[in-house]
Structure formats: C-alpha cells, structure tokens
C-alpha cells in the first residue's frame, strides 16, 4: 500500500517490500558493484523485504544524542538469505560487511529539501559523485506527508559507500508520488572509474 502521510525518513520504523514492477532493473548497479552472478541471480527471483528499526540513541563520550536506523533486509523466493544494515545519522564514516557487497565504509546523513523553480520539492544535497551523472540523484521530487508542506528540513537520506575493490554507491532516499502513490524509493547511482550505472528502487508500505 501507498506510505501513509504521517511517515517520513525520520519515522520509518515498519515494515516494506519491494515493488518490483515499479522499481529498474537492478542487475546493472550491483554487476558494477562486484556482486557475483549468482547472488545476483538470487537477488533477481526474490522478493525483498526491508524492517526499519529506528532509534535515538546517546553517545556515551560525547553525550550527544544520535538517530540509528537499522534495515534488515529478507530476500524471499530465490536466495531466501538476508542481511543488516546499522546507519548512524551523522556522515562519520564507518565500517560495515556482509556477503553480498564485501567490506565497505558508509557515511549517511539526512539532508533537507529545496523548492526548484517550479515549486517542486527536491534533495539540497552536495554530491560526492563527480560529473552530471550526480544530478539524477537531484532529480526526485518530495511526495510531502502530513503537515510537511513548510517544514524542508530532513526529508532525505543520502548515503555514501565505498567498496575496498573499488566501486563507489551514492544513494538518496526519500518518498516520491510514483502512480498516484507516494512510495518510500532509493534512488542509486555506482561507479568505478569512469563507468556509471543508475536505478531506482521502489518499496510500498506494509500494514
């Protein structure tokens, strides 16, 4: 079902699955990646499923609090594996490793939106991705919740991860109007070297 109005990327907690009609290929982004045939075979017959576990926490040197969001991803169908993803709301970098991407680093950030010229409300995000292939992270449009008309600040995610091999995935996430539905998407955009490949993901809320 469509996300309801009063969720956004600062309560995600619940639960998701991936359209996979609406969402692009992803065997392209993940190939560039280093991800192996037939995982991503496996990737490709299953269903995925995403938990987000949200939290503020307190750091306890600094004493500051922070916002943890936890995915726990289940591919059902075809590798019937899963894995989990702990982002710290603050761009430090930090190590993370499982077995479809390997050892990585990750920064992750919440970043506000910014009307265009025709009122739309976009990501104010500073690439990390050089050229123009950066802008089509730019070029998701907020599908607004409940009372976030006025309200710019912290409508996006932006991630940053880096593969030891590698390969470089700059990811923005954020709610669009896709069919009449305002949907949670992740738009991805990898490289390596002068090579780009781009998708985005579609998940619809469940109940």
């Not at 956004?8 to 991800?35: A, C, E, F, H, Y």
């Not at 123009?132 to 600040?153: F, I, R, T």
């Amino acid at each position: 079902m469509a996300a309801p109005s009063q969720i956004n990327v600062r309560n995600l907690k619940g639960n998701w699955i991936m359209d996979k009609n609406l969402s692009d290929d992803t065997d392209p982004v993940l190939k560039l990646q280093g991800v192996g045939w037939l995982v991503r075979k496996g990737i490709g017959m299953s269903t995925v499923n995403m938990e987000f576990i949200q939290s503020t926490e307190v750091d306890p040197e600094t004493s500051k609090p922070f916002i943890q969001l936890i995915a726990n991803q289940t591919a059902v169908g075809g590798s019937n594996v899963g894995t989990s993803e702990t982002r710290i709301m603050d761009w430090m970098e930090r190590e993370h490793s499982d077995f479809i991407f390997g050892d990585v680093t990750i920064r992750c950030r919440f970043v506000n939106g910014v009307r265009d010229s025709e009122g739309n409300i976009r990501p104010d995000i500073a690439l990390e991705t050089p050229g123009p292939n950066g802008e089509y992270l730019k070029e998701m449009v907020y599908a607004p919740g409940e009372d976030e008309d006025d309200d710019l600040s912290g409508l996006f995610i932006q991630d940053y991860i880096v593969k030891k091999t590698g390969s470089v995935a700059e990811q923005v996430w954020g709610f669009e109007n896709i069919c009449g539905q305002r949907c949670l998407t992740r738009r991805v955009l990898a490289s390596k070297g002068s090579s780009y490949k781009m998708a985005r993901v579609v998940y619809k809320f469940i109940p």
